[in-house]
């Protein structure tokens, strides 16, 4: 959930801006991410936290707003990209499932007629690995590894013949799923993020990562929390880096020269840009953007402070973007942002409203 602030100047001049407190109280659930969104000109921010005194602890961070794309249930919708065939890869990405019915398409690695080498579903609230479009010979990670409406993290690495398909997950170094020795039949040289048919992914991606190499698992949890999490060309593989999705559309910052769209998802280190496309029947439902997991991930990269029981914090504003994490327990906690760094009770006005 995000929201965002407003707030009104009562006089701008070359050596004054004022403006009163703005208030939200909200109750989070145990667990949930919220984020903010606030005036450039806000200089001062307090956070209020469990207002019932129970000891919950709420975390506070400071993210990047990266965005993210959201694949509706609807048709047999997919984005895709060609690449040079490799007989061993990595991919990496965040992904969100926002339903867990069926047996969703999260990642095909397809010859270039579409035929399914090596594919990533959900299992209910497992991740499967399916060779081959065979799932009698797949392995599943254990049940409750991912969970409806919550950012993870995967890696997968493959090698064709004689070694292991490795599914790596949420920046854990040994394999949550593995299939041993498998007889991939053909070239790996297409990528699709959805599905060409079976159970449609509703659901959401952000920074998806190819390398044309295997990494180790100490590498693929560096994916996840270690240097190059964000920006894969400071990865340690980096020279082996062949594409980087982003699924970024300028909406909060300029990132890119050239913002991804709703049918283009362009590569950032080469031109192997993913489209979207119908792989078989029904409706093409164009991706809409949401906020990313950057908001959600540093909590898990402990980049964020932490406030236990009835304790607040205040802040000079270095930055118009917040999170906030709750933990131990549903609380309710308060935030107020100025434009002055005045505090609410020396303003001698009341709290302004909120949107």
Not at 2 to 30: C, E, Q
Not at 111 to 116: E, P, Q, R, T, V
């Given at each position: 959930?995000?929201?965002?602030?407003?707030?009104?100047?009562?006089?701008?001049?070359?050596?004054?801006?004022?403006?009163?407190?703005?208030?939200?109280?909200?109750?989070?659930?145990?667990?949930a991410v919220e984020f903010y969104h606030f005036p450039k000109v806000t200089k001062q921010i307090t956070i209020h936290n469990d207002h019932q005194g129970a000891g919950h602890n709420l975390e506070v961070a400071f993210p990047e707003p990266r965005m993210a794309a959201n694949l509706a249930d609807s048709g047999n919708t997919n984005f895709t990209a060609t690449f040079t065939a490799s007989g061993t890869l990595t991919v990496s990405g965040w992904f969100k499932y926002e339903s867990l019915g069926g047996n969703a398409r999260l990642l095909d690695?397809?010859?270039?007629?579409?035929?399914?080498?090596?594919?990533?579903q959900n299992n209910g609230t497992a991740l499967k690995i399916v060779p081959n479009g065979v799932g009698s010979s797949g392995d599943q990670t254990s049940s409750g590894a991912i969970s409806e409406g919550s950012w993870h993290h995967f890696v997968i690495t493959v090698t064709r013949t004689?070694?292991?398909?490795?599914?790596?997950?949420?920046?854990?170094?040994?394999?949550?799923?593995?299939?041993?020795?498998?007889?991939?039949?053909?070239?790996?040289?297409?990528?699709?993020?959805?599905?060409f048919s079976g159970t449609n992914f509703d659901g959401l991606y952000s920074d998806i990562f190819l390398f044309n190499d295997t990494l180790t698992g100490a590498q693929a949890a560096a994916l996840f929390n270690g240097v190059g999490s964000i920006d894969p060309r400071n990865h340690s593989k980096s020279a082996n880096l062949v594409s980087w999705w982003a699924f970024e559309n300028n909406f909060y910052k300029d990132y890119f020269a050239t913002p991804d769209t709703g049918t283009t998802i362009f590569d950032r280190v080469s031109s192997n840009n993913l489209l979207l496309g119908a792989g078989g029947s029904g409706a093409l439902t164009p991706a809409t953007f949401d906020l990313g997991r950057h908001h959600a991930s540093v909590f898990n990269e402990n980049q964020s402070y932490l406030l236990n029981g009835q304790k607040n914090m205040t802040i000079e504003a270095k930055s118009t973007f917040m999170s906030v994490k709750c933990s131990g327990g549903s609380l309710d906690y308060s935030i107020h942002a100025s434009l002055t760094g005045i505090e609410p009770e020396r303003m001698g006005r009341e709290t302004g409203l909120y949107d």
């Open positions: 959930m995000s929201f965002i602030y407003t707030a009104g100047i009562s006089n701008v001049g070359s050596y004054l801006v004022s403006g009163r407190p703005w208030l939200k109280t909200s109750t989070i659930a145990d667990g690695l397809t010859d270039s007629s579409n035929g399914s080498l090596v594919r990533i004689g070694s292991n398909i490795s599914l790596y997950l949420d920046g854990n170094s040994t394999p949550a799923a593995e299939i041993t020795s498998p007889a991939i039949t053909d070239n790996i040289e297409k990528i699709a993020l959805g599905h």
